[in-house]
Each structure stands twice: as C-alpha cells, then as structure tokens.
C-alpha cells in the first residue's frame, strides 16, 4: 500500500487496504485462490507459498488490510473470534494469571472457566471502568489484561491508554477487544495496548455472511508468537470468506457512519420512552465514563441495550418477539438491526448469579442498529413495546 494512501482518512483506508491490482491480469480485487498447496519449482525453491494452513494470497491480502485498518503493523485472521482469543490464551502456561473485565461476551467468559482455568490460569474478573481495580488485581503472576470496551452487553467503557500505563514496566501485555467500537471509532494499539482482537463476523464483515476473527499488533515479536500458533493449530478462514470480508471491510467507514447515526435517534428516543426504564448507550453526557468515550472513541456506535419499566421475563420475551424489522437473532454489526435477549440468548452461560450483580437482568434487552432508515427502525420498536 502506498504512502499516500496509508495517510488518508478511513474510508480511504478500508477501500484500498491490503488490495493491489493482480499483476497478472491487472483485476482491481485481490483473486480468490482457492487452492490448498502450490507447486514448487525444486525443493525449497517457492514464490512464497507451500501450503495453505501456513498462508494464503487472499489471506494475506485481508491481514494487511487488518494490520491497516487497526493502525498497526501485522495482522491475522482466524476461524473465529474465540479462535482469535483462543490463540492469545495459549500463549499463557500453568501458573499464570489474567485480569478480565467482569461484563464481557458469554463466550468469552465460557473459554476462560471452562476450558483455560481448568488448565491452571487463575482469572480476575473485574470492573475495568475503574483502572485501580485493575491495579488492586495487577500482581508478579498477571500475564494478560483482557478488556472489551464498550462492553457487551452492558456498553462499559474503560480508558485503555490507562490501563496501557499502568503496565508500564510489567511484563503483562494489554488485549482489548474492539468489536463493538470498531476500528472506523476506536484504535487501541494507539492507546497502547499490545494486541487488538475482533470478531470479523460483526462489523468488519458487515453483511451476516461470514464467521471469522482476527488479531492485529504493532510487535513483531507477538506476531511471530502468534503466527506460529495459527499455524500449527491450523484455526484459519477459507480464502472464500477472505475475499467477503475484504470486500465488506470497503464499505465499513459509510456503514458505521449510518449505525453511529441510526444508534444515536434510537438511544434517544428509547430513553423518552414510558416503557422503558434504563437506556445503556455512552453517548449519554450521564452515562458512567462518556468523557472517556468520548476522548478515545470518534463516535459513539450503533449498540444499545435497555431495560424496561415492566421487568418481568415475560414482557421483555414479548418485545423481542415482536419486532419486524429488527431480526430476532444472536450476533451484531450487521447491515440488518438485530434484537436479543442476553440473559437468555449470548449470556445464558454467564452463572445466573453473576448476570444479576453485573445488572444483566430478565428485563435487558440488546439491539444491534443496522443501516436501515431510522424513522422505520423507531417505528418498530414503538410497536414492539406497545405489543
């Protein structure tokens, strides 16, 4: 990628990132090689692939998109975003020790207990909005500082360039997951965290087409670390869905520039709403850490969840059934708008316990606003809570 383009706005940068001409037929978009090994002209004698567990052209044309798009200097994809979590856990070993925030992905907290701490990591789950509960937790053990910010489901936001001097001097490294912000408002590496996770299936794919994760960092000894770990685990995406998320990642600045404005008259209007009760959105002046959202992110996103005013399970089902427009469906960042139910749906593995201290209650309800028109998507909403 040249040096102009690398100095241009976003937009520019989602549009021709990690894609040049083919120097073979000169096609503007990167080919589709749908191919598993490569001949070789003598023994170690290549033009730069042997297998394509190792790497891919089209792969590798969508990792210097990522790399790019994340203001960092390398970037890989894998066949998940928990395959892409995955892959940092396994840089750990027995004895170590995480802190995490306490309002992640229910997925995300399933491979922590289930899997990794079985294994000998001890994990540290908290409040990550306020940095010295990170310092309380941060010990000679900690390896890995893990935060989603905003948060899902419950749109916590935590000052990353905070948390990145705080570890200053200690060999923990910084993950932040920025699925919900989305690189197009939020760029961590810059905040100083060492490593950048998304789950490609929301924004970065953008069309509910794909399942794919990846990682993104500025330290080339991390990327060799993880590279090699992609490689020998083998969790990478088919070139075919490579060539969808690049394709996807074109439109992604003019996407979430329409989820940004469709999330902000939405969070607006449900918050004047008599059904409702609680509106969790950072645009909000009031909401818990806005300043710091609105220092290190340039928008503020098209999730919201709320709570309603009726906080029985059974109005709260029946809203969610009762959309039209918004799909009930598990999953976000799409161009469709998306309704669910956590406590019920991507959080019904968070301990019931847990769900009802962190405020994840039988009456929150999660949207994910898609590209449609506003006035359509209120319309619906109006409907659904008067059903």
């Known amino acids: 990628m040249s040096s102009e383009k690398q100095a241009a706005g976003f937009s520019t940068l989602a549009v021709h990132s990690g894609v ?71 840089t750990l070993r027995p004895g170590d020790e995480v802190i995490a925030g306490d309002d992640l992905y229910g997925g995300t907290r399933r491979l922590f207990t289930t899997h990794y701490e079985p294994l000998g990591i001890r994990f540290h789950f908290v409040d990550t909005q306020d940095t010295a509960r990170v310092a309380d937790a941060l010990n000679e053990k900690t390896r890995l500082v893990w935060l989603e910010t905003p948060t899902n489901p419950l749109l916590r936001v935590t000052d990353i360039a905070a948390v990145a001097a705080l570890l200053e001097g200690h060999p923990a490294r910084l993950g932040v997951d920025n699925t919900f912000a989305t ?4 760029n961590p590496l810059t905040e100083g965290a060492d490593i950048v996770m998304h789950s490609v299936t929301k924004y970065l794919g953008g069309h509910s087409d794909v399942v794919m994760g990846a990682l993104m960092t500025k330290d080339a000894s991390i990327d060799a670390e993880l590279r090699t770990l992609q490689n020998n685990v083998g969790a990478i995406p088919g070139p075919m869905d490579c060539f969808l998320v690049l394709r996807g990642i074109k439109t992604l600045g003019i996407r979430v520039r329409q989820h940004c404005l469709n999330g902000k008259a939405i969070a607006q209007w449900l ?15 009031g909401f818990p850490n806005h300043e710091v959202a609105a220092r290190q992110m340039q928008d503020f996103g098209g999730m919201i969840s709320f709570t309603l005013s009726d906080d029985s399970l059974a109005a709260s089902r029946k809203v969610c059934e ?22 019920l749906m991507t959080h019904a593995s968070v301990p019931a316990e ?10 929150l309800i999660r949207l994910s606003c898609g590209i449609e028109d506003p006035e359509d998507l209120i319309a619906d909403l109006d409907q659904a809570l008067n059903a």
């Open 20 to 90: 040049e001409p083919d120097p073979s037929t000169g096609a503007i978009m990167t080919p589709v090689y749908l191919t598993s090994t490569y001949v070789q002209d003598g023994i170690g004698q290549h033009k730069g692939y042997e297998y394509s567990r190792s790497s891919n052209p089209t792969r590798d044309a969508l990792e210097a998109a990522f790399a790019a798009l994340e203001r960092g200097t390398h970037g890989l994809a894998f066949s998940s975003g928990l395959a892409a979590i995955d892959a940092v856990l396994m």
């Open 183 to 186: 690189p197009a408002l939020q």
């Open 271 to 285: 918050a004047e709403h008599p059904k409702v009760d609680k509106v969790y959105w950072p645009g909000f002046e």
């Open 322 to 343: 009762s959309t039209r427009i918004f799909a009930l469906a598990e999953s976000l960042g799409g161009v469709e708008s998306l309704i669910e139910h956590p406590a």
């Open 354 to 363: 847990q769900r009802a201290m962190l405020g994840i209650n039988d009456s």
